[in-house]
């Protein structure tokens, strides 16, 4: 594809640590120079490892299952919001290539003991967690830890190893394999979605504890340190610093919900009482604390305290944009303080709230409609806006119980199994739940939904010009241009996560140059600078990179036996008209959308599988070759 400029990994920590749980073997294997050109890291680095080493057809909860953990090429470094941890696996809740990420420190703490990805293989006999202490790999019995809750998990390990080690744990929805279990850090920053907790669980993982003393040795440490420079004095003249910081996400609860955004009653999207509970200026009285991940001047993470009411005492993270959502609107509670209780829930029980959320608001109006009844949901009366019930159904899919352990399969499985037309009110797509924003009121961003690799995710193609309107603005009501506008949108996404970047600080330094231009103009000059490889000094490698990442796992899942069929969105969005403003009256118009979308991407119209002239483009014939060797490469 491309020659690699300098020989030493500058800005890399040069090693990749291959963990077989079956037979308590850790290799450190060096780091191709070929993946690093090609895939710069993070998210490339695990799409490409994935596609490599998980053969078509292997179950995800079974021993043969891959999980790739990676970070980017910065993590580690002086440079704002690079830290993240991703996570790449089949997930056992869609059965697609699945990519989740989270904040915190437990990347920078693995690239400081040498490692520029974890790969995770085999099945442990009994629970076990990796502590990793630089070079030094041990398989630990867990059994004593098997059943605790996350912050349970992390005070033992670190009784046993050091107090400054950093923790990657699974709770009790993991062990039970719980297809919405999550991954969880010591901070509560989880790579939340598509099940990896339930991998994990069933490889009998508990946790991966890491503590390192190494430092990353950069090209251009003095430019870098420049970059850097200009990265903090961006971020401070940024419009949306001073939201982030003050409230994260939740900033934009109350505006998102008056944009349409923010759904309510399992998409019904009638209008909400009490809405105005998220005004930023409630919201505030709740924050006892600002937190941030490694190497973050942001710190979006919030502390809440509740000192009145049955949740009293609470002391915990605050919820963020999407959970307040998941677990308030979609179900029509307004009670802030049960909405930070079944957060807490889900932090500790180790499942993701988006999903848990939506479940919740699933049952809500299968009860409204007649379809369950309170026998079938062990005596729940599932009204909408109840509290308890939230906090109740929310338990029980975490532990399994009752009629939790339906629940615990997703939306899309539940509905199979309870009948009756369940399924027509399962929000989602590929099987993932939808996030907080409806495709009738952002039609790029609903395009997305239906065409992500990952299923229904709002992050894989966040669309900052329909949902901010920056840096330039689109009509988000409109069909034209909605195909390139999400192809563009998807692919800049992925270049950003190939380099590990997090995509609020991307919104934050993206508002603070006025151009997306200028945004990827700095990730080329810092990659540059740290590592050395002339072609990242290219913005538009950087772009092409992304796009080469979202074609591969685009590859990965029609080798699955994903097509155009699988780029769907529930009959609710297509057939029923928007009930409120701004957006009343829209319906989501999916085949005209994704005609348009599959020819800017250059994918096949019938099929929405990638062209070999398409892979081939992208430095991906070796893909086109195995597509073809299977029969799924369209004509």
Not at 256 to 284: A, C, D, I, Q, S
Request: net charge neutral; aromatic share 12%.
């Amino acid at each position: 594809m491309v020659s690699l400029a300098v020989q030493k990994l500058y800005g890399y920590a040069g090693r990749i640590l291959e963990i077989d749980l079956t037979s308590k073997k850790a290799t450190k294997v060096e780091t191709p120079r070929e993946l690093v050109r090609n895939f710069i890291g993070a998210r490339g680095f695990g799409a490409k490892i994935l596609w490599d080493r998980m053969k078509p057809g292997t179950d995800p909860l079974s021993p043969e299952s891959v999980m790739v953990l990676t970070w980017s090429p910065l993590t580690g470094t002086t440079a704002q919001s690079f830290h993240k941890v991703y996570a790449m696996f089949k997930s056992p809740l869609t059965g697609s290539y699945f990519r989740s990420t989270g904040g915190g420190f437990f990347a920078a703490e693995a690239k400081f003991a040498g490692y520029d990805a974890i790969v995770i293989t085999g099945r442990a006999e009994k629970p076990t967690y990796v502590w990793i202490r630089d070079d030094e790999v041990e398989f630990r019995d867990a059994t004593r830890m098997w059943g605790t809750t996350v912050d349970g998990t992390v005070e033992m390990i670190r009784e046993e190893t050091e107090r400054e080690a950093r923790v990657l744990a699974i709770g009790p929805g993991g062990e039970r394999l719980v297809k919405i279990a999550c991954l969880v850090s010591d901070d509560y920053r989880t790579p939340g979605r598509g099940g990896s907790g339930a991998v994990w669980g069933a490889k009998n993982l508990k946790a991966i504890a890491v503590r390192g003393t190494k430092r990353p040795e950069l090209f251009k440490p003095d430019e870098f340190g420049k970059l850097v420079r200009e990265q903090v004095e961006v971020y401070k003249k940024s419009s949306l610093f001073d939201p982030f910081h003050r409230l994260g996400t939740n900033s934009i609860v109350y505006s998102f919900y008056t944009l349409g955004h923010h759904p309510t009653y399992n998409f019904k999207n009638t209008e909400l009482e009490n809405v105005e509970v998220w005004r930023p200026e409630v919201l505030e009285k709740y924050v006892m604390k600002h937190v941030g991940c490694f190497g973050c001047m942001i710190a979006c993470g919030k502390k809440w305290k509740l000192t009145k009411g049955p949740f009293a005492g609470l002391y915990h993270d605050f919820p963020e944009y999407e959970t307040h959502w998941s677990m308030g609107p979609t179900c029509g509670v307004t009670n802030l303080e049960a909405i930070q209780y079944a957060n807490m829930l889900c932090d500790k029980y180790g499942i993701d709230t988006i999903s848990a959320g939506n479940i919740v608001g699933f049952v809500m109006e299968l009860y409204e409609k007649g379809i369950v009844t309170e026998r079938e949901l062990d005596g729940l009366r599932a009204r909408w806006g109840d509290p308890d019930v939230l906090v109740e159904l929310v338990r029980k899919i975490a532990l399994r119980e009752g009629v939790g352990n339906i629940l615990a399969e997703g939306t899309v499985r539940a509905a199979e199994i309870i009948g009756r037309g369940a399924e027509r009110y399962a929000m989602h797509s590929k099987g993932l739940e939808l996030p907080a924003y409806d495709p009738r009121a952002a039609k790029a961003h609903g395009l997305s939904y239906a065409t992500s690799n990952i299923g229904g995710s709002h992050m894989i193609g966040w669309n900052k010009y329909e949902i901010l309107g920056m840096p330039e603005r689109f009509d988000p009501l409109a069909v034209e241009g909605k195909g390139e506008l999400c192809k563009r949108t998807q692919d800049q996404i992925a270049a950003y996560e190939a380099a590990g970047w997090c995509a609020f600080a991307e919104l934050v330094q993206t508002a603070g140059y006025g151009s997306v231009e200028q945004t990827m103009d700095w990730i080329a000059r810092a990659l540059y600078a740290a590592t050395g490889i002339e072609e990242f000094r290219d913005p538009r490698y950087i772009w092409l990179v992304g796009e080469r990442v979202y074609n591969l796992e685009r590859a990965f899942n029609v080798r699955e036996g994903f097509t155009r069929k699988e780029d769907w969105l529930p009959e609710r969005f297509l057939k029923e008209p928007f009930p409120r403003a701004p957006a009343k009256g829209q319906i989501f118009e999916l085949e005209k959308l994704l005609d348009d979308y599959y020819a800017v991407r250059g994918w096949d119209l019938k099929t929405g599988i990638p062209t070999r002239r398409k892979l081939e483009e992208l430095g991906l014939k070796d893909v086109a070759d195995e597509l073809e060797k299977l029969g799924k490469l369209p004509a």
